[in-house]
């Protein structure tokens, strides 16, 4: 059996003829009628019915024809992707980015890098606490896309583009505090603080909150976070754009103490490090950021 035989069948099912098949494929009917003898000859069933003008799959010709179609389909793929690598092209891009990140336009790049690349695996990892970052540092990321201060360039050696802007907000479930409520940060105290488990970048350390001796539950992730906020287990910091609505409904509270900041402003940017040379498909990821930058900046 040959790749070229099933092509042959598959070509005679689709045109419904020999005469159609061999006009379609440039050859000659002959050639196309021995190439499915020597199948049949080499399985030992009829493909094809022949009492009839049309060509018809007997019972056995079915399923074998099916199977035909998912190998030629297989070696389709096969091919295009030997094509891709042997072009210089990643097999796998891991990309991490953290929650406080503008979704749509992250869905946008990576939309764009699949239409073109569609050979290569893309790994997304989304994270939380400057998670994104840290597996870019370990290696465990190609590009990160993620909040940014300018003490991070601490870290080492990385090149950043600022892409976007996050705001995180104090909020609780209305069960523990009212609209207005809320004055001073003493107020928060009876309270369970709710956070995600800082990363193990040494910067990131609960030692950066403001008020010590807190009761505190800590979750992996954010979305946890918020179903543990709107359960009415504590106060705690959280993207705004992940509870936009639920601050509508009424069914969480943004807190303002007049003492302590309750809202954390800053940049998003998609980060890399400097040592490591992108390869074809992360850089088109990148430059893809870079142009979604600029066309936001002209707009």
Request: charged share 20%; glycine share 6%.
């Amino acid at each position: 059996m040959t790749l070229d035989q099933l092509r042959t069948l598959c070509h005679i099912v689709e045109c419904g003829s020999l005469k159609l098949a061999a006009e379609s494929l440039h050859k000659t009917q002959p050639a196309l009628s021995m190439a499915i003898k020597n199948l049949e000859a080499e399985y030992g069933f009829k493909i094809f019915n022949r009492q009839s003008y049309r060509l018809n799959l007997t019972p056995e010709g079915k399923p074998f024809y099916r199977k035909a179609q998912e190998l030629l389909l297989n070696a389709d793929q096969l091919n295009s992707m030997g094509r891709h690598l042997g072009e210089g092209n990643e097999p796998l891009v891991r990309f991490a980015y953290d929650l406080t990140s503008p979704h749509a336009l992250i869905l946008k790049a990576l939309k764009q890098c699949q239409r073109q690349y569609p050979e290569t695996e893309l790994h997304v990892l989304c994270k939380s606490r400057f998670g994104a970052l840290e597996l870019l540092q370990n290696g465990q990321a190609d590009l990160a896309v993620g909040p940014w201060w300018p003490t991070l360039y601490s870290l080492g050696d990385l090149d950043t583009v600022a892409i976007s802007h996050f705001k995180v907000l104090l909020v609780a479930s209305p069960e523990l505090f009212q609209p207005g409520e809320v004055t001073c940060a003493d107020q928060l105290k009876p309270q369970c603080h709710l956070t995600v488990e800082e990363s193990g970048l040494n910067f990131d350390s609960e030692n950066l909150m403001m008020m010590k001796g807190l009761r505190q539950w800590k979750t992996q992730d954010a979305h946890t976070l918020k179903q543990m906020l709107l359960g009415g287990l504590g106060w705690g910091f959280i993207p705004e754009h992940m509870v936009q609505n639920e601050l509508i409904q009424g069914t969480l509270v943004a807190l303002q103490p007049e003492d302590m900041e309750h809202t954390i402003n800053g940049e998003i940017r998609l980060i890399r490090r400097q040592e490591q040379t992108l390869g074809p498909v992360a850089t088109m990821l990148w430059q893809s950021f870079v142009t979604a930058n600029d066309e936001l900046s002209l707009s």
